[in-house]
C-alpha cells in the first residue's frame, strides 16, 4: 500500500491501523475530530505546519518494510 497527499485522513485512519499512531507523533492529535475526516493529508499538514512530503515519504517507508 502507499498513501499520498491527497488521500482523506479518514481513508488513511482505517487504511492501516499504524498510520494513525504515526500522524499522532507528528503532531496531528486531532484525528477523531469530525472535520480531520474530511480533510486531505496535505491540508491537515497545512494547518499543524507539517512538512507533508517528508510525512507522506516517511509512512510509505514504514508500510513498505511492513508489506
Known amino acids: 500500500m502507499q498513501i ?4 482523506l485522513i479518514g481513508e488513511l ?4 491501523e499504524l498510520i494513525a ?3 499522532m ?3 496531528m ?4 475530530c469530525p472535520s480531520a475526516q474530511g480533510e486531505t493529508l496535505e491540508e491537515a499538514c497545512m494547518v499543524h505546519g507539517i512538512d507533508c512530503d517528508t ?4 509512512i510509505n517507508e ?3 518494510e511492513r508489506a
Not at 499520498?4 to 488521500?7: A, G
Not at 492529535?29 to 477523531?32: A, D, F, I, T
Open 4 to 7: 499520498s497527499k491527497d488521500m
Open 13 to 16: 485512519v482505517q487504511a492501516h
Open 21 to 23: 499512531p504515526m500522524l
Open 25 to 27: 507523533r507528528a503532531g
Open 29 to 32: 492529535h486531532c484525528l477523531g
Open 55 to 58: 510525512l507522506v515519504s516517511g
Open 62 to 64: 514504514v508500510l513498505a
